[in-house]
């Protein structure tokens, strides 16, 4: 019998609502062509138009979306999140993030004129934040998770300030997964006291609960943060050994040493080499004493003839001639990069692992300085200080950096002369190794002397806010760089740097350079206008950042 056709539905009842699965590509694509060009995927009402419908259609859908629910089946309700004991934020500061979470998208164009900008100063004021020991306003996660998802360098900072709510919003939306692989900030992590909720949550955990547990553990005692992860280290995959690892580097301790030995015969080449990196920072370690005795024979001084006044002592280097099994063992790689000679790649790696104190018994009882001084034979020299640079870095041993940075205001010490062609060394990095006070006055001497062109990294490294000195030097030579005629926008990248960290009491000495001066001779046209608006947001800045401070230390209201 044949059945009556079923009436086709009409669009008001035949499209399933902005709840369905998959709607919201839908409604942006009616949206972007048009209500009147294509029908919109949503129940219209009647005496409502398809227009209307769409956009209470989106409002509905951007809600779901930023309380991190997605359209879909029912299912079982997710357990409620869990508590964060940690005080909320001022007013003022919660108004402030607020503002700073909604300006977070970059600008664009040279030229900014007198406004601060927001978007390089939220690091900091999480960064703040995070030190008093606040957390996130509940209204506030969805935009600060967003924020964190499209900029890594706010990924720590954000998941600190987001807390134990903020992994538990991430589980229920995939745009925020990444807050779960990465490490958050203080987690309601079990104590030493607690040792079964310590154990639960190392083998039930998130991989960045597991990891911040570990990390926690070390640092209270690092014998039982090691004994948690031996525990299960067999079972772990690769890439969880080698994040692992490099946790254990922040408490590196002698008693890690037969542990890190067992690792150098790890299955994973990247936790070998960890492993043998993270020793060579044990003066005392065996592979340190292996790597002396290997690296040691390949360098020795040469005494000039008796008798012969005008010759000078030098070094003489004899790299190895292979690269054996027991050098691959303890972490040395036998193939050298494209350019490289295979000797000096094997000497490289030797003398970088050598403990640096061994050094001046080798060679007649000489000081880092003055051996760092004496003259290489051949083409060694940037090799052998390359390597002793490297060495310093992972050691943090100041005195052989010292020596290797050598006297900031030699004028004929410019950065290509510290890092001459062909040098891998990194001048920033040994730089961290010196104590703040004293990185931040041989970084002035520096830019008091050679100016700002090779300083940039070197700032960057500097403590903040920084100290009345180096901040003095990098005002001094950007108002000499103003006088030379040039535009600020050569120099942005150092503006920049003085925005956020030059301290924000200097405010008020630096309003002085906001005038607009005279142009010397043959400068470029409008720059005395430029420099005088750079310099206005500089001292903006400083204040609005004096201003987040006193918020968040609750004297604003």
């Known amino acids: 019998m044949p059945t009556t056709p079923t009436p086709s539905p009409t669009p008001s009842t035949a499209i399933p609502t902005a709840a369905a699965p998959g709607a919201w590509p839908d409604l942006v694509s009616a949206a972007l062509l048009g209500a009147e060009r294509r029908t919109p995927p949503v129940a219209v009402r009647d005496g409502q138009t398809p227009a209307a419908a769409l956009l209470d259609a989106a409002a509905v859908g951007t809600v779901r979306r930023r309380s991190a629910l997605r359209p879909a089946p029912a299912a079982e309700r997710p357990a409620p999140a869990p508590a964060d004991p940690r005080p909320p934020l001022p007013p003022a500061a919660r108004r402030r993030l607020a503002l700073l979470l909604a300006d977070r ?206 010759a000078t002592e030098v070094l003489v280097v004899d790299p190895p001639g292979a690269c054996d099994a027991g050098m691959q063992r303890d972490g040395v790689a036998p193939q050298p990069p494209s350019g490289r000679g295979e000797r000096a790649w094997w000497l490289g790696q030797l003398v970088e692992a050598t403990p640096l104190d061994r050094w001046p018994g080798r060679l007649g009882g000489r000081s880092p300085a003055e051996l760092v001084a004496l003259p290489v034979a051949g083409d060694w020299r940037t090799e052998l200080h390359d390597a002793w640079c490297r ?111 030059l301290d924000p009491a200097a405010a008020d000495r630096l309003q002085m350079l906001t005038a607009v001066t005279d142009e010397p001779e043959g400068a470029s046209p409008g720059s005395g206008g430029y420099w005088s608006e750079a310099f206005q947001r500089l001292v903006g800045t400083l204040r609005l950042r004096a201003a987040m401070h006193a918020e968040l230390a609750g004297e604003a209201s």
């Open 105 to 310: 998208a970059p600008g664009s164009g040279s030229r900014r004129g007198t406004d601060p900008d927001l978007t390089e100063l939220l690091p900091q004021w999480l960064a703040a934040a995070d030190g008093r020991g606040y957390r996130a306003p509940e209204a506030l996660l969805p935009a600060l998770l967003d924020a964190a998802r499209s900029r890594t360098d706010l990924r720590p900072a954000a998941l600190a300030l987001a807390g134990p709510r903020g992994l538990w919003l991430a589980r229920l939306n995939d745009d925020w997964r990444f807050a779960l692989r990465g490490i958050g900030g203080p987690l309601s992590l079990p104590g030493a006291d607690a040792p079964e909720a310590v154990r639960r949550l190392w083998e039930e955990g998130l991989f960045a609960e597991r990891v911040a547990l570990l990390t926690s553990l070390r640092r209270r005692d690092p014998r039982a943060g090691l004994a948690l992860l031996a525990a299960t280290w067999a079972t772990e995959r690769a890439e969880d050994r080698l994040m692992f690892l490099d946790s254990l580097g922040e408490a590196l301790t002698p008693s890690d040493e037969p542990f890190l030995e067992q690792a150098l015969s790890d299955r994973s080449r990247n936790v070998r080499t960890t492993a043998a990196e993270l020793l060579s920072a044990l003066p005392g370690s065996a592979l340190a004493a292996r790597m002396a005795e290997r690296s040691l024979v390949c360098v020795r001084l040469a005494r000039p003839a008796p008798g012969d006044a005008t």
């Open 391 to 501: 060495a310093a870095v992972r050691q943090r041993h100041a005195d052989w950096a010292r020596a290797l940075l050598g006297a900031p205001g030699d004028p004929g010490q410019a950065a290509a002369e510290l890092a001459p062609a062909g040098s891998s060394r990194d001048l920033t990095k040994l730089l961290t190794v010196l104590p703040d006070d004293e990185r931040a006055g041989w970084v002035s001497e520096f830019i008091a002397v050679h100016g700002l062109a090779d300083a940039f990294r070197m700032l960057g490294v500097c403590a903040v806010p920084w100290a009345e000195p180096l901040g003095r030097a990098v005002v001094d030579a950007l108002d000499i760089a103003r006088d030379a005629g040039s535009y600020p926008w050569s120099f942005s990248g150092v503006m920049g740097l003085a925005e956020r960290c």
